[in-house]
């Protein structure tokens, strides 16, 4: 009886599988070469001259060299860089840089984006020239090998061109970050699978990527324009400092502008605040509350994702992965500012004082709620990227959503309209990406 249940639950698992997407190419993804970048004009924009044989073979020596130096600080490099895909540390190291809580969209956003296109145009470099991983009796791999071809790096690429981009952003730290990038780099040659002239090569075309979206998007991106509005003075509406107050002048990735999605005017706040008065809260109520409020599961969910999908050996992929989710959030967050200081509805311990929410209100306006907006965002970003797993997305968005009105700091409502809002500017960032030539086998 167990033995034909449990086929009975095989064939169930076979017959979902069955209805979702094939799965990507590989590791190697020799067509990454042509799918669409965001900024640059085409990935063989940037091509590079082959690498001359003699230097090779001098190469060769230069990684023998290396690897007879090799001490547990380097040791300790090789592992740390060599832990997942290219662009999986400088999230994190993106993440140091952060300042405030609205230069993140921007920030992973331009990062994110160079990474891409740098690695978009490594493959395009990569299969022109097709050249073999080093190999002599003289190395010893420390590493697994990419299976892909050598020149040029595309750590060095990714490293370079991340490090450049938040070179522009914060030029206190522009030094200091470009060094750690050279040090990825040499660590990929003191572990056998890249030749110095892949880390030369690489380095400056990610420089050169990056410097081309500098100039061509983030110096021309709003973000420093002043804000057009003012907040409202008369009684009911909410009171405070706009956190980012020309969000409404930012240029869209995708979207045609920040009003594309505005949500429609929200309902008087009488009846949602007898709701949330009436809510009782327990412990598991707090807890997600708290949970959602002071973490961020998103990411690494995004992360395990990666690693169960198979795709930590995938540089163009993962960097496709990063860029969308990045966009995305700087899309709907945008969408979500303008709505917000359009409408300034006014926040539950506004209207009545003695209310006590769970955790301080944020300071902006109610309506739509940034977390709802964010939670279906996600849930959509991911449930595309990841197809087999969009219950668990949707779940956990729900969660998100509902932690906000636990919590006291959101109607219903304003929920409600965050949800719908993430949802549609989702749909309008897949709608691209569907288009970037990724999906063609």
């Known amino acids: 009886m167990k033995r034909n249940s449990y086929s009975f639950g095989l064939l169930i698992l076979f017959a979902i599988y069955g209805c979702q997407p094939a799965p990507v190419n590989n590791y190697i993804e020799p067509t990454a070469g042509t799918w669409k970048p965001w900024v640059i004009p085409a990935n063989d924009s940037f091509l590079l001259p082959p690498p001359d044989k003699n230097v090779l073979q001098k190469d060769l020596s230069e990684i023998a060299a290396a690897q007879k130096n090799i001490d547990s600080t380097m040791r300790a490099q090789i592992h740390f860089w060599n832990s997942g895909p290219p662009a999986y540390r400088w999230q994190s190291i993106a993440d140091d840089f952060i300042d405030t809580t609205q230069n993140y969209l921007r920030v992973y956003a331009l990062v994110n984006v160079a990474i891409y296109d740098a690695t978009l145009a490594a493959w395009k470099n990569k299969y022109a020239h097709n050249i073999t991983r080093p190999a002599s009796q003289e190395i010893k791999y420390e590493v697994l090998a990419p299976q892909t071809p050598s020149f040029p790096c595309e750590h060095s690429v990714t490293a370079a061109a991340a490090a450049t981009m938040l070179g522009y952003l914060y030029p206190d730290k522009a030094d200091s970050i470009l060094e750690v990038a050279r040090q990825v780099g040499r660590s990929r040659v003191a572990a056998g699978v890249q030749y110095p002239s892949d880390v030369k090569a690489g380095f400056e075309l990610g420089v050169r990527v990056a410097n081309y979206i500098i100039e061509n998007r983030a110096k021309k991106d709003g973000w420093d324009k002043p804000w057009p509005g003012k907040i409202p003075t008369e009684k009911g509406y909410w009171k405070g400092k706009p956190l980012k107050a020309d969000i409404p002048n930012v240029k869209p990735w995708v979207l045609s502008s920040t009003n594309q999605f505005r949500s429609v005017p929200p309902p008087d706040v ?36 990666i690693m169960e999908y198979g795709l930590s050996n995938n540089a163009p992929r993962t960097a496709r992965i990063y860029a969308l989710m990045s966009i995305s959030d700087h899309e709907n967050q945008i969408a979500n500012i303008e709505s917000k200081y359009v409408y300034f509805r006014i926040r539950p311990d506004q209207v009545d004082p003695t209310y006590k929410t769970v955790f301080k209100t944020p300071p902006s306006p109610a309506y739509p709620a940034g977390h709802a907006t964010v939670a279906a965002s996600q849930a959509e970003m991911l449930s ?44 309008e960032v897949i709608k691209r990406a569907k288009q970037d030539g990724s999906d063609k086998k």
Do not use: C
Request: hydrophobic share 40%; glycine share 4%.
């Open 270 to 305: 009488k009846i949602d605040m007898e709701e949330l008065k009436a809510f009782k809260r327990t412990h598991a109520s707090n807890y997600r509350a708290y949970r959602w409020e002071f973490e961020w599961p998103w990411a690494s969910v995004l992360e395990h994702k």
């Open 384 to 427: 595309y990227l990841f197809p087999y797993d969009a219950k668990e997305f949707h779940a956990l968005a729900q969660e998100e959503i509902l932690s906000r009105f636990e919590g006291g700091v959101h109607y219903r409502t304003d929920n409600e309209a965050g949800a719908k809002l993430g949802k549609e500017v989702a749909l």
